[in-house]
T-cell receptor
Framework: QQQVKQSPQSLIVQKGGISIINCAYENTAFDYFPWYQQFPGKGPALLIAIRPDVSEKKEGRFTISFNKSAKQFSLHIMDSQPGDSATYFCAASSWDSSYKLIFGSGTRLLVRP | DADVTQTPRNRITKTGKRIMLECSQTKGHDRMYWYRQDPGLGLRLIYYSFDVKDINKGEISDGYSVSRQAQAKFSLSLESAIPNQTALYFC?????????????FGQGTRLTVV
């Protein structure tokens, strides 16, 4: 049972383009939605996170858009760079999962020079 | 030094062998986790521990066991390894549960069962 569904599984974008990764969830108790970035040979690391009381959060070239009514959130990477090539995981947590993170299936992003 | 250290980084073992993956952390966190990463399946939780005396099964605990030897140490064992346990394994830590708790991951152990 996958509580957080992520798409696409892989994504190829040209340098300077916009990368968009989407996630959907079912549990309305989720109240924290982070994105993790993982480079080859490394563990995932927190990139950016949002709470459901705001619809958008921006940090540099990275933006989370959140749609509470649709139970969806997405990561937008503006002006994508080859150094952004990595695997991205969305996640969610809430009190009823004891604040454990529930991860999506991951998206492998390749940014071509 | 890394805050969350996993050993070994790579391991090849034979079917039926017992193997232990170790994790130690210097972040002082009470919560520790073991995840398994497979292509297309994301990070799936195997076991987690909220303090030294607390051990809980995750979504895919069959075939695995854990031991929390101290606040800083959490080990994962495969009692009798099988090929479909070939995967990338991650240990993670976090502060006690509140909304917005960040998880800190080790660099992973790549396990191959032949």
């Amino acid at each position: 049972q996958q509580q957080v569904k992520q798409s696409p599984q892989s994504l190829i974008v040209q340098k300077g383009g916009i990368s968009i990764i989407n996630c959907a969830y079912e549990n309305t108790a989720f109240d924290y939605f982070p994105w993790y970035q993982q480079f080859p040979g490394k563990g995932p690391a927190l990139l950016i996170a949002i709470r459901p009381d705001v619809s958008e959060k921006k940090e540099g070239r990275f933006t989370i858009s959140f749609n509470k009514s649709a139970k969806q959130f997405s990561l937008h990477i503006m002006d994508s760079q080859p150094g952004d090539s990595a695997t991205y995981f969305c996640a969610a947590s809430s009190w009823d999962s004891s604040y454990k993170l529930i991860f999506g299936s991951g998206t492998r992003l390749l940014v071509r020079p | 030094d890394a805050d969350v250290t996993q050993t070994p980084r790579n391991r090849i073992t034979k079917t039926g062998k017992r193997i232990m993956l170790e994790c130690s952390q210097t972040k002082g966190h009470d919560r520790m986790y073991w995840y398994r990463q497979d292509p297309g399946l994301g990070l799936r939780l195997i076991y987690y521990s909220f303090d030294v005396k607390d051990i809980n099964k995750g979504e895919i605990s069959d075939g695995y066991s854990v031991s929390r030897q101290a606040q800083a140490k959490f080990s994962l064992s495969l009692e009798s390894a099988i090929p479909n346990q070939t995967a990338l394994y991650f240990c993670a830590t976090s502060d006690p549960g509140t909304s917005g708790t960040e998880a800190f991951f080790g660099q992973g152990t790549r396990l191959t069962v032949v």
